[in-house]
């Protein structure tokens, strides 16, 4: 991934091809391929397929748990962050007067459950300031009535990474809430240290290389009776209400990460997720920020110099893998880049470009000579 001969071995579609949109989709390494042609190959087996499907599980399981810093049975695997999001709505059990605080640089899994008319909280909105959420703007909103602060650590819009331990401070210090992070944009991209968070979730088709269709779930041990999922299924209940005498009368959710599985786990995003981990393991988080840093710093360095708004923060300590910027023309300049093989995200009024450690130097110089070629024929008319 870190050098040409890797990156080409593991990564062949991206041979001739500038991409910088693993915000919205990551390239999956050829391994992923490999894991759900495996399942394939064990789902012909019937029934006798399963004992594979659960030990794929089981490893999977470890995979994200060491990643997010927790033990195999603090972690689950549902289907998408969105789903996640939902029955951690169920799990709140929310009343008339409760208050959860979301912000505006978040994507909308983490904010529209809160949004509905069912929702009888009252939902306060942390705003940013100069792409960026201030914890001085946080502590004001927070109280005895706060029962969740939900987040994202890098911001889908613009890139910003938030300042995880003084904000964990800060609503420790002001109120009883729980912290809800999700980790999608930063997971497989920068190292994370995760201590004080009490929901932990991610998508998994973008930074972490692997397939649509996961939803990893963390929630530590001292805060699984906060998050129990009231909601029906089977494989999310207590093992005697699932086949016992009682399986007509009642219904118990096992507690924590998981009762965010309720049915049948999707095995092949659970093939591509263990898959994909072991891929990222092999090569470490830390050593493809170090790569990937630099790059981020150019393209930054580069469209400062262009007539483009900025979107995102410029100070290192803001920002992860993604850079937004704006501009009037900005379809007309997402054709000019993809005439030229180039990817970026045109969407929700900003081109977005990300950088993962499968980039180069070349893919960012390219990128801003032809943003700069763009530029200059949108300019003329």
């Given at each position: 991934?870190?050098?040409?001969?890797?990156?080409?071995?593991?990564?062949?579609?991206?041979?001739?091809?500038t991409?910088?949109?693993?915000?919205?989709?990551?390239?999956?390494?050829?391994?992923?391929?490999?894991?759900?042609?495996?399942?394939?190959r064990?789902?012909q087996?019937?029934?006798?397929?399963r004992?594979?499907?659960?030990?794929q599980?089981?490893?999977?399981?470890?995979?994200?748990?060491?990643?997010?810093?927790?033990?195999a049975?603090?972690?689950?695997?549902?289907s998408?962050?969105?789903?996640?999001?939902?029955?951690?709505a169920?799990a709140?059990?929310?009343?008339?007067?409760?208050?959860?605080?979301?912000?505006?640089?978040?994507f909308?899994?983490?904010?529209?459950?809160w949004?509905?008319?069912?929702?009888?909280?009252?939902?306060k909105?942390?705003?940013?300031?100069?792409?960026?959420?201030?914890?001085?703007?946080?502590?004001?909103?927070?109280g005895?009535?706060?029962?969740l602060?939900?987040a994202?650590?890098?911001s889908?819009?613009?890139g910003?990474?938030?300042?995880l331990?003084?904000?964990?401070e800060?609503?420790?210090?002001?109120?009883?809430a729980?912290?809800?992070?999700?980790v999608?944009?930063?997971?497989?991209?920068?190292?994370?240290?995760?201590?004080g968070?009490?929901?932990?979730v991610?998508?998994?088709h973008?930074?972490?290389?692997?397939?649509?269709?996961?939803?990893?779930?963390?929630?530590?041990?001292?805060?699984?009776?906060e998050?129990?999922?009231?909601?029906?299924?089977?494989?999310?209940?207590q093992?005697?209400?699932?086949?016992?005498?009682e399986?007509?009368?009642?219904?118990?959710?096992?507690?924590?990460?998981?009762?965010?599985?309720v049915?049948?786990?999707?095995?092949?995003?659970?093939?591509?997720?263990?898959?994909?981990?072991?891929?990222l393991?092999?090569?470490?988080?830390?050593?493809i920020?170090?790569?990937?840093r630099?790059?981020?710093?150019?393209?930054?360095e580069?469209l400062?110099?262009?007539?483009?708004?900025?979107?995102?923060?410029?100070?290192?300590?803001?920002?992860a893998?993604?850079?937004?910027?704006?501009?009037?023309?900005?379809?007309?300049?997402?054709?000019?880049?993809r005439?030229?093989?180039?990817?970026?995200?045109?969407?929700?009024?900003?081109l977005?470009?990300?950088?993962?450690?499968?980039?180069?130097?070349?893919?960012?110089?390219l990128f801003?000579?032809?943003?700069?070629?763009?530029?200059?024929?949108?300019?003329?008319?």
């Amino acid at each position: 991934m870190l050098d040409d001969a890797s990156r080409t071995r593991s990564f062949p579609a991206l041979v001739g091809m500038t991409y910088l949109n693993t915000a919205a989709e990551g390239i999956p390494p050829t391994a992923v391929a490999e894991a759900l042609a495996q399942y394939a190959r064990d789902r012909q087996l019937g029934m006798d397929g399963r004992e594979r499907h659960y030990a794929q599980w089981d490893a999977a399981r470890e995979l994200v748990a060491r990643f997010y810093g927790l033990t195999a049975d603090e972690v689950s695997i549902c289907s998408c962050s969105s789903e996640a999001y939902n029955l951690a709505a169920l799990a709140l059990r929310l009343r008339p007067g409760d208050e959860v605080i979301i912000n505006d640089l978040d994507f909308p899994a983490g904010t529209t459950p809160w949004l509905q008319d069912v929702c009888p909280a009252t939902v306060k909105l942390w705003r940013s300031r100069s792409g960026a959420l201030r914890v001085e703007d946080l502590a004001p909103m927070l109280g005895p009535r706060t029962r969740l602060v939900t987040a994202s650590l890098v911001s889908y819009y613009n890139g910003f990474l938030l300042p995880l331990p003084q904000v964990v401070e800060t609503l420790r210090r002001h109120s009883p809430a729980l912290l809800a992070l999700d980790v999608t944009q930063a997971l497989g991209r920068v190292p994370l240290d995760l201590d004080g968070v009490d929901l932990i979730v991610s998508s998994t088709h973008k930074w972490i290389l692997a397939s649509h269709g996961g939803g990893l779930v963390g929630v530590p041990r001292a805060r699984e009776r906060e998050w129990t999922v009231p909601a029906g299924g089977w494989f999310n209940l207590q093992d005697s209400l699932i086949v016992g005498p009682e399986r007509f009368e009642r219904a118990v959710s096992r507690p924590g990460a998981a009762g965010f599985t309720v049915g049948m786990p999707n095995f092949p995003a659970v093939y591509a997720i263990r898959a994909a981990l072991e891929y990222l393991s092999g090569i470490g988080v830390a050593a493809i920020d170090a790569a990937a840093r630099p790059l981020v710093v150019a393209c930054l360095e580069g469209l400062a110099r262009l007539p483009v708004e900025l979107l995102t923060p410029r100070e290192e300590r803001s920002f992860a893998g993604i850079i937004a910027f704006r501009h009037p023309r900005m379809d007309a300049i997402q054709r000019h880049l993809r005439a030229a093989n180039i990817h970026v995200m045109a969407h929700a009024g900003r081109l977005r470009v990300s950088i993962h450690g499968y980039n180069t130097t070349n893919d960012v110089a390219l990128f801003l000579q032809k943003l700069e070629e763009a530029l200059r024929l949108v300019g003329s008319g």
